[in-house]
Structure formats: C-alpha cells, structure tokens
C-alpha cells in the first residue's frame, strides 16, 4: 500500500507544481483571468476531445468493450451515491450555500484532475474508460447540477447535456476503436500532440486560480468540512468499496484498469464547474471559489491514500504488477 501512495502521491505532486506555474503567471501578470477563461475553454473544447480520440485508437477487443459497460455503471453510481450521502448530511441553513455544497460532493474534477493522473498512473488505458466517466459526469451536471444550483423546477436542457466535450469524443474514437481504420500519420500525430496539451494547461488554469482564492471563506463554514469528508473520503470509499471486489473476483471485463479508473475521478477534488454554475445562475460565486481552492489543496494528501489504498488492494490479489 505504501508503495502504492507512493506512487499516487508523486504523481500528484507533480501536478501540483505544474499548478506553480499557474500561481506564477498570476502574480507576474503574464495571465488575466479573461485569457485563463479561454485556455480553459480551449482544454475543455479542444484538447480533451484530442486526448480521448488519442485513447481510443486502439485495436477493437470485446473485453475493452466490456470494460466501458463497467465504466460507465461506475460513474452512474458514482454521481448517485454523492447525490444521496449529500442530501443525507449536508444540512446548511443558508439555500445558496448548501446547494453549492451538494453540488460539490456529487460532482469531482473528473477532467483537469482525473485525466492527468488516469494518463499518468494507467497509460491510454486510463483515459479510454476515464472518458465515459466524464461523459456521465457531463450529462448528469446539466441536468441534476443545474436543478441543483438553480433550484426546484429548474434543470438543464437533456438533449443539450449529451452534446459535450465527453460524448464528442468518444463519438470522434469509437470509430477507430471499433473498425479496422486509422487517422493518417501526420494528422494522428496532430492529434496526439494536441492531446498531450491536457495536463499542463489544466494545471495552469487551476493554479492561477489556486493563487487568487479566499480559502478563509470555505475554511471557516463548518459545513465545508463534511463537504470534504464525503467528496474526499466517503464516495472514494463507496466506490472502491464496489468496483475492486469485483475486479478481485475477475468479472469479464471488469480488469484492474477499469477499477482504478473509476477510482481515480471520485477521488478527485470539488468540481470547478460549482464556481461557473453558480456565477452563470444568478449565484454568489465567493464560496463556491473558495470550497474548490481549499478542496483542491487537500486533495494532494487525500487522493494518494484513496488510490493507492486501491491499488494496494488489486496487488495483494495479485491482480496488478
């Protein structure tokens, strides 16, 4: 196991410095937050269609077939289960707060936090079913995370929801995955490079944040910290807790890989959309901003435990290397 956090936490580590040069560039004036907004737009609408077109270029086999079924109940039950240890324990008198706070436990940093670290921990692999977490993360955050910020009665618009950078790419790569075709070399080459953009610009864009938060006004809420004891540990926890004694036990296409990418999104940190959502719907966006930064900072101890417990686990059933 320690060996396992270990490896997590460097691995982490090095994303959080590369969130040095975010902090960085906002002090040296090199950035406002006008053109962060736009490399975010650009990761978000450009580089993450990339990196999984890139993922899924692979030749077909039913077992990774198989493994996206997996992967995708995972994530369902993943935003289902924050969904009602929030409704069961989050309880803060003020409505704006408390549906930021919900919001927060059910939705992680599925994209700038976990593709870095599936890319990093399990290869290709990892970002292949990483990607249908973020498809579900996507769709479930413009309908049940717009009712959520916006109130009862209100929700995101379905049809709209299943267009998003997730679903785009998965579109561009099943073709690729599923038929015996290619890009051409220069073009997948392109493509790969654009992909690879990922992880630093994520990490620029947090960072920049990072350094410009009030962490003072999520640290002091009471509330904030049973928002960090079930995004962090409790739905982390529920989720390994399903998926790796079914890896354990070999279920056809359930492989380690697939465990542990659905490990690594619910173990990430509050989701940045919370601050977005909540300036877009009418929202004081203080607390939500503060609730990510400081989430985010903690989850450079907590994510290594909750990963590396996991693959402590697969390894002593002799299920990873």
Not at 151 to 176: C, D, M, Q, R, W
Not at 188 to 194: K, N, R, W, Y
Not at 197 to 210: E, R
């Amino acid at each position: 196991m320690l060996e396992g956090m270990s490896i997590t936490a460097g691995q982490t580590l090095g994303l959080f410095l590369l969130m040095a040069f975010g902090a960085v560039a906002r002090y040296a004036k090199l950035f406002d937050a006008d053109s962060v907004r736009r490399i975010a737009d650009f990761v978000l609408l450009i580089v993450t269609p990339c990196l999984i077109l890139t993922s899924f270029r692979k030749p077909f086999e039913p077992e990774l077939l198989a493994g996206m079924g997996w992967a995708f109940l995972a994530a369902v039950f993943s935003h289902a289960a924050g969904a009602a240890l929030a409704r069961i324990f989050v309880r803060d008198p003020d409505e704006a707060r408390r549906r930021a706070m919900r919001f927060s436990v059910v939705f992680s940093n599925a994209g700038f936090m976990g593709f870095p670290l599936e890319y990093a921990l399990l290869g290709p692999d990892g970002v292949f079913f990483g990607s249908v977490y973020v498809t579900v993360f996507n769709v479930c955050i413009w309908t049940y995370g717009v009712r959520e910020i916006r109130g009862a009665g209100e929700s995101g618009k379905f049809l709209k929801s299943l267009v998003n950078p997730g679903t785009v790419g998965i579109a561009l790569g099943l073709p690729f995955f599923l038929l015996p075709v290619d890009l051409p070399g220069p073009v997948a080459s392109a493509v790969e490079g654009i992909g690879g953009l990922n992880t630093p610009l994520s990490m620029l864009v947090i960072g920049f944040h990072l350094a410009g938060a009030n962490f003072g006004a999520a640290l002091r809420r009471p509330g904030t910290y049973t928002v960090f004891a079930l995004r962090h540990a409790a739905v982390p926890a529920i989720i390994a807790a399903a998926v790796i004694p079914l890896a354990i036990a070999g279920l056809p296409g359930l492989s380690p890989v697939v465990a542990l990418a659905a490990v690594i999104p619910a173990a990430a940190p509050v989701a940045a959309s919370v601050a977005m959502f909540s300036v877009r719907y009418g929202r004081d966006p203080e607390y939500p901003v503060a609730l990510v930064a400081a989430s985010t900072v903690l989850s450079i101890a907590t994510m290594p435990v909750a990963i590396g417990a996991a693959k402590a686990l697969l390894e002593s059933a002799g299920k990873l290397d």
